[in-house]
């Protein structure tokens, strides 16, 4: 499975910006696909994830309910997140990571996309 990340950038606080995350080669086997924040000097959290296989159901960080949201077209092996009323504080690379059914569970990553919110 491969993972291309893309739609970051610069935003002024307040604004919004829209991630993609595309899947390739053995899609079937995702169960589902989540995105990760890492932030400068951190490690990476989750920051929402998204069921593939049934139901659609998501979940996502305390600091991102009600701002972020995550979506899915199956039809184009894609996940998105779209991000509202960003802070400074969500600044950092997104990676988009999916869980693969292959012989047992097997997570692969994006290359990441950065995200910079100015204040």
């Known amino acids: 499975v491969r993972l291309v990340e893309s739609g970051g950038g610069l935003v002024e606080a307040g604004g919004s910006l829209r991630l993609s995350c595309t899947a390739s080669?053995?899609?079937?086997?995702?169960?589902?696909m989540a995105w990760y924040h890492k932030a400068p000097g951190e490690l990476r959290a989750l920051v929402a994830a998204?069921?593939?296989?049934?139901?659609?159901?998501?979940d996502y960080a305390d600091s991102v309910k009600g701002r972020f949201t995550i979506s899915r077209d199956n039809a184009k092996n894609t996940v998105y997140l779209q991000m509202n009323s960003l802070k400074p504080e969500d600044t950092g690379v997104y990676y988009c990571?999916?869980?693969?059914?292959?012989?047992?569970?097997?997570?692969?990553w994006g290359q990441g996309t950065q995200v910079t919110v100015s204040s």
């Open positions: 990571k999916a869980e693969a059914l292959v012989v047992g569970i097997y997570d692969y």
């Open positions: 080669g053995n899609v079937f086997s995702i169960q589902s």
């Open positions: 998204i069921n593939i296989k049934s139901g659609g159901s998501t």
